[in-house]
Each structure stands twice: as structure tokens, then as C-alpha cells.
């Protein structure tokens, strides 16, 4: 597609759920990245992938959070036992390649209750 | 840590006059500094940046200022438009890094 594409575009879940984010970058875009903007607060680096590989994922707050790209393309962040503190917009990312310029998806806002 | 900040949350300006939104950061690693606007619902969208070897650098209506001894960079605009209302986030990185880290963000409003 033309941009980055991110479904679903709000996501309210409860608390200890389970839940998948989507992201499908622009096509040829070999890097991806997954942030997370939480209130009044930048976006915070999640993890980047190269690829298929997670070549970075120091950015994940704890093992409740994984994130996958099989494909290298559609990448899926999971979220376990899903927490309160969770919520947030969570923005996906792609570049032509390591460290090129991002484009932004519009994001999911995740509310946990 | 916050390695980035934009301490001012928000900026009311009049249009035709001009906006300076201000950044400070804290890692003398950061060497390529970047400027990005993001309306409601949206994902934020590039505007300008900055290579650490420059001190200014302008696009139309928008200028980036950089001052590495003060670790201190601005963004002007002018005129301001009633489009520019928007929030304003200053990000950096180091070279060679992919990672960016970003302020907390500037909301910027533009009066008729």
C-alpha cells in the first residue's frame, strides 16, 4: 500500500487479555520498527526488525510483549495478560532500510480496563 | 530518562506570526536531530532535520536551529498557519543508530 497500515485502529480490551496488533508496512521496506506513545508522553522504541529478525527488542518492558514478522513484511505485536498500565497508542514504523526515514502508521489505541 | 525534552506542552501564536518550538537533549551521542507533526488520529509525519555538522537548515516556511554546546535546538515557523496547529515532537539519534528518542511534544495552536 501506499503508507503504513495499522488494524485495528482502537482496541479496548480487559485486563488480562490477550492481544494482537497489526502492522503492514510499505511494501519494499525491509526495516520496521514498533513505539509506543503513552499520555503526554513521545513515542518510547519498542523493538526493530531487519527483515524477519528482531535485530533489537531492548525497547519491550517485559516478556508479556512479543512481536513477530514471519514474513518479513506484516509484522504482529502480542501483548499477554494484558495490564492497565498497557494503555497507549502503539505506532508502527517502516524505513527503506536500517536507519532510513520512518514512515508512521496512523497507530492502535490500546485501552485496557 | 528522558534524553529529549520539549518543556514547553503547549504554544499559542497568531497567524502570519512566527512559532519557535524549543528542544533540549542530554546525550552527547545524539548527532542527527529530526522534527515530526502529528494531528489527532494520525501517525507523526516527518517535517525537517538536522545533521549535527550544520547549525541551521530551512525548508520553506520551516527553520531548525541547532546550538551543540547548549545541546539546544529550535524550530521556527513562519508565517504560522491555521494548518500548523498541530503537536510537534523533537526526536534525535546517533549516528549510525536507528533508534529514536523523542520529547514529550508541543502542541502548537494557531489563532486566526
Known amino acids: 500500500g501506499a503508507g503504513v497500515s495499522q488494524t485495528p485502529s482502537n482496541k479496548v480490551t480487559e485486563k488480562g487479555k490477550y492481544v494482537e496488533l497489526r502492522c503492514d508496512p510499505i511494501?519494499?521496506?525491509?526495516?520496521l520498527y514498533w513505539y509506543r506513545q503513552s499520555l503526554g508522553q513521545g513515542p518510547e522504541f519498542l523493538i526493530y526488525?531487519?527483515?524477519?529478525?528482531?535485530?533489537?527488542d531492548s525497547g519491550l518492558p517485559n516478556d508479556r510483549f512479543f512481536a513477530v514478522r514471519p514474513e518479513g513484511s506484516v509484522s504482529t505485536l502480542k501483548i499477554q495478560r494484558t495490564e492497565r498500565g498497557d494503555s497507549a497508542v502503539y505506532l508502527c514504523a517502516s524505513s527503506p532500510s536500517r536507519g532510513g526515514g520512518y514512515t508512521f502508521g496512523s497507530g492502535t489505541r490500546l485501552t485496557v480496563v | 530518562d528522558q534524553q529529549v525534552k520539549q518543556n514547553s506542552p503547549s504554544l499559542s501564536v497568531q497567524e502570519g506570526r512566527i512559532s519557535i518550538l524549543n528542544c533540549d537533549y542530554t546525550?552527547?551521542?545524539?548527532?542527527?536531530f529530526l522534527w515530526y507533526k502529528k494531528y489527532p488520529a494520525e501517525g507523526p509525519t516527518f517535517l525537517i532535520s538536522i545533521s549535527s555538522i550544520k547549525d541551521k537548515n530551512e525548508d520553506g516556511r520551516f527553520t531548525v536551529f541547532l546550538n551543540k554546546s547548549a545541546k539546544h535546538l529550535s524550530l521556527h515557523i513562519v508565517p504560522s498557519q491555521p494548518g500548523d496547529s498541530a503537536v510537534y515532537f523533537c526526536a534525535a539519534r546517533a549516528q549510525h543508530d536507528y533508534k529514536l528518542s523523542f520529547g514529550a511534544g508541543t502542541t502548537v495552536t494557531v489563532r486566526a
Open positions: 511494501s519494499g521496506h525491509t526495516a
Open positions: 546525550n552527547s551521542m545524539f548527532d542527527y
Open positions: 526488525f531487519q527483515g524477519t529478525g528482531a535485530a533489537d
